[in-house]
């Protein structure tokens, strides 16, 4: 949906958004308002306050949020889906294991990071996090402590590489508005994102997030929303002694083959519809119908999909009957209903902002302050992502705002990637209430609003500065 034609001038804009976070920060915090209900009630508030007409209004908010319902939530159902099964298996558990065996105790949370940045290159944020949730739980469990010191390094990779790496839809689309290679911004996004989550995301959860003492809140996995065992937890030895005998129970859990194999099965999926759209759009490729299917099947709805009617009956089957299969996939879903409606009502939020017209106009008054390129690109992503809360939205309205320039100054393929980055590092930095992945991992991970803004938030500037610092050198030393 394209942004109305802004009523007021930016300043005024710049005024709403502010006084629009304080008044949800207000509610929520201190009024103990439930977030569902607060986002929705200050989206309805920002749009009149903005100008939106009494007639739109009630049309643009809600098909924003359905616009985001329809991007997360088969997402987390499915992967809640997955998750359980892994985790009732012994699947999530035997991974942990085993990376724990390969890099011992105290690099388990660098051990969980690396496997989230190899798996995050053609696998979206809340995709990638959602498979991961067992596994994170797994390690969290068996050495205690704050959670957030084993799920902020998985985290922050899957968005390290969302926001830096093609194929995901910002850095492609900014490349491509920019007219550089998309191959190029990849094969230099990479180590970037490497070296930007080492000291942006593990140092400083390591050093300073990780030590904020979050307890384990593993409910959607074990079932229930309050996080007690239900009748299918293991925490009952007698119960799990009866189910045993009754055939019910995975006695020998799975091998770390076939989990790894699961778990790379969409991964495989999504690589070949990333890879054949890329090939396509550099005119390698045709139309062809069998690539045409591999394409829908690298879908990522439709790939999650697929693994998990694998999983269903490569894991699920082994010692249970279809009916306790069904009760332990019908229990997975109950725990995400709070997290995807508050996820769609975050979405709610940042677009009832973008279309007031608050980005197109900050962006718009930064374009003519004459700083350098590298610099603008920078702050104006940082400005619309502030304003309006989406990543990719920050990237790709940052790159057509400055192509123009980019063109006039005839800047080669090299410079051109590190413009790419230096955008997604401005639309990485400062994710607060206004963006739906705050409200995600907030939910996923237990975490209160405050909590999530001296973490989750703090991370992700971390990580966008030290992208921008990596972005700033190499665009003094390529030509």
């Known amino acids: ?58 049309g643009v908010a809600t098909s924003f949020f359905g616009s985001t319902l329809g991007a997360v939530a088969l997402l987390v159902g499915l992967g809640a889906m997955i998750g359980r099964l892994l985790e009732v298996t012994g699947g999530a558990q035997v991974l942990a294991d085993t990376l724990i065996g390969g890099f011992g105790e105290k690099r388990a949370p660098f051990a969980l990071g690396v ?44 968005a390290a590489m969302h926001a830096i790496v093609p194929p995901h839809p910002g850095p492609v689309t900014a490349a491509t508005e920019l007219g550089g290679s998309i191959g190029l911004s990849m094969l230099i996004g990479i180590p970037v994102a490497f070296v930007a989550w080492y000291v942006g995301v593990y140092l400083v959860t390591t050093a300073y997030a990780g030590k904020i003492m979050v307890p384990i809140n593993d409910s ?48 495989v999926l999504i690589a070949l519809n990333t890879g054949i759209a890329t090939l396509r759009a550099a005119e390698v490729l045709g139309d062809n119908v069998a690539l045409d299917a591999l394409v829908f ?5 439709v790939a999650l999909l697929i693994t998990l009617l694998v999983t269903t009956y490569v894991l699920g089957t082994r010692g249970r009957s279809l009916a306790t299969v069904e009760t332990l996939l019908n229990d997975a879903l109950g725990p995400i209903c709070a997290i995807i409606l508050i996820t769609g009502a975050g979405g709610m939020f940042g677009g009832v902002l973008r279309y007031s017209g608050i980005g197109g106009a900050l962006s718009e008054s930064m374009a003519d302050l004459g700083l350098p390129l590298i610099v603008s690109a920078f702050l104006i992503a940082t400005l619309l992502r502030v304003a309006q809360g ?43 209430v206004n963006d739906s992945g705050f409200w995600l991992v907030s939910r996923f991970f237990g975490m209160d609003v405050k909590t999530t803004l001296r973490t989750w938030t703090v991370m992700e500037t971390t990580l966008g500065l030290a992208i921008f610092v990596l972005a700033a050198g190499l665009w003094v030393v390529v030509p």
């Open 220 to 267: 959607m996995l074990r079932g229930t929303v309050s996080g007690e065992p239900s009748d299918l937890d293991d925490g009952d030895d007698d119960a799990r002694a009866e189910r045993i005998a009754r055939g019910e129970e995975e006695v020998t859990p799975p091998s770390f083959g076939l989990v790894l194999a699961l778990l790379l099965l969409p991964f």
């Open 297 to 301: 099947i690298g879908q990522t709805p």
């Open 115 to 158: 496997a989230a940045l190899l798996f995050g290159i053609p696998i979206f944020f809340d995709a990638g996090l959602v498979v991961f949730l067992p596994i994170i739980f797994s390690v969290a469990r068996r050495f205690g402590g704050s959670v957030l010191l084993y799920a902020l390094p998985a985290a922050g990779a899957f």
């Open 390 to 432: 989406s990543a990719t939205v920050a990237l790709t309205t940052t790159a057509g705002l400055i192509s123009a320039a980019v063109t006039a100054e005839g800047l080669s393929d090299l410079k051109i990637a590190c413009l790419v980055l230096a955008i997604a590092a401005g639309a990485t930095v400062l994710s607060h």
């Open 1 to 58: 949906m394209e942004p109305m034609d802004p009523v007021y001038g930016a300043g005024t804009l710049l005024t709403i958004a502010a006084a629009a976070v304080a008044v949800l920060l207000f509610l929520i915090i201190k009024l103990r308002m439930h977030a569902f209900v607060a986002l929705i009630t200050v989206s309805f508030l920002t749009g009149l306050a903005a100008g939106i007409p009494f007639r739109e209004l009630a």
